[in-house]
Structure formats: C-alpha cells, structure tokens
C-alpha cells in the first residue's frame, strides 16, 4: 500500500506558481480574445457609420446640387425673359414711333388737291358700298366741301352705274375738326350705322391689317413662331 506524501513549502509553492500562470495565460488569451472580437465588432459598427454618413453626405450633395442647378436655370429663364420683355419693349417703341410719324405724315395727304380728290371719291363710294342705303349723311372737314362735291358726283355716278339707283348725299354741317387730317365719315338710318373713312381711321386700320407684316419687314422672322399662312 502506497503512502503519499506531503508537499513542502517549496513545492507548494511552486504549483502554486504554476496555477497562477496557467490562469494568467488563460486571462491574457481570454483579454486577447476579447479585444480581438471588440475591434471587430469596432471595425464593424465604424465602417457602418461611415457608409451612413458617406450616403448622408452624398444625398444632401445631390440635394444641393440639384437646388444650385435649378436656381441657376430659373435665374437664366429670369433673365432672358427680361432680356426678351426688353427688346419686345424696344420694338414696340419703334412701331409707335413709325406710326406716330405716319400720323403726322397724314396732313401731307390733302396738300395735292388732285389727288386728294381722286382719293375722297374712292372714300365715298367705299362707304357707299358698306352703307347700301339710298340716302347717306356725309361729314367732312369745312374746307374740303368744294372737293367733296365734286367727289359724291363722281362716286354716285359709280355707284348708280352699279346698281342702277342714285344715292341722295346730306352734307352734315357739324364737320369734322379742323385737327383732323382729312377724309369723311358716312352715316345712314339717322346716325345708327356709320362709316368712318378718315385718313386717321384708314391709318389705325392699316396698322391693324399690316402690324405683322410690318414686324417682319422691320424685324424679321420671329424665331419662336412655327407656323406661317
């Protein structure tokens, strides 16, 4: 029967030395261990927070880039709207002032009695023609009425040879003011229809019937119209 014996101070000690080691190294490897599976999951959560910025960044770098663009696209719409209100202003001008010359032009009209008188003839018969009616108020400028009777012979004549019936003319005495540059107004049915031909009328009419043709005279194409008649 084996007996056995017991340990002295000295090799106690020394397995007690070894047991702190052994837990020392099993602690150190465990530490290891550990900061080893923190810096992973370290690794892990950082690069996450990384990619969610990085994708914040580039959202709100979009966003921005996207906010400058368009304020840039507005301000270039902005200013070439002005730009082409500008020059639509200018060309207005010019037309008002061409027309404003042709108004002032207008007194010139009457200075050739042969002509001018050829020209109310036309007026007359024009009105006539629109009226169609057997009695006509004639209104003129006081100083055109030796012109203007010779001018309603020649046109009732014209116009009896037309359709076989005279038209009985009434001078109006309220006559048309001295400012005005001549031609005449018709009326029939106690004032209820009218026909203007003076020379300021024939003048607005002009400008309505031609203004696009004027335009592209003084202007040219426009670069925006698409269609043309």
């Known amino acids: ?38 810096d992973e999951e370290f690794n892990i959560e950082k690069a996450k927070i990384v990619r969610q910025e ?6 709100v770098f979009e966003r921005k ?16 709207n002005k730009s082409r209100l500008e020059i ?19 007194i010139k009209v009457a200075k050739d009695e042969s002509k001018y008188s050829a020209f ?10 629109q009226l169609m009616e057997p009695k006509v108020t004639l209104r003129f400028r006081e100083k055109d009425e030796k012109l203007i009777e010779k001018a309603v012979k020649g046109a009732s004549a014209e116009y009896e ?6 038209v009985e003319v009434v001078h109006d005495t309220t ?15 106690d ?10 009328s024939r003048l607005e009419l002009l400008k309505e019937q031609m203004l696009p043709q004027i335009r592209y005279s003084l202007f040219g194409a426009s670069p925006n119209r698409k269609f043309y008649d």
């Open 191 to 200: 004032g209820r229809i009218k026909a203007t031909n003076t020379l300021e």
């Open 1 to 38: 029967m084996s007996s056995t014996r017991a340990l002295n101070d000295e090799e106690v000690f020394a397995e007690m030395k070894k047991m702190v080691a052994f837990i020392k190294q099993e602690a150190l490897e465990k530490a290891r261990e550990i900061k080893v599976k923190a």
């Open 175 to 189: 006559y048309l003011p001295e400012g005005c540059a001549g031609g005449i107004i018709l009326s029939c049915l």
């Open 120 to 129: 109310l003839k036309d007026l007359i018969l024009q009105g006539f023609f």
């Open 54 to 59: 990085s994708i914040h960044i580039e959202s």
């Open 161 to 166: 040879k037309e359709f076989g019936y005279p």
């Open 88 to 106: 639509l202003g200018e060309r207005q001008n010019l037309i008002n002032e061409l027309f404003e010359t042709a108004a002032g032009e207008l």
């Open 65 to 80: 880039t996207k906010q400058v663009e368009i304020e840039k696209t507005i301000a270039k719409s902005t200013l070439t």
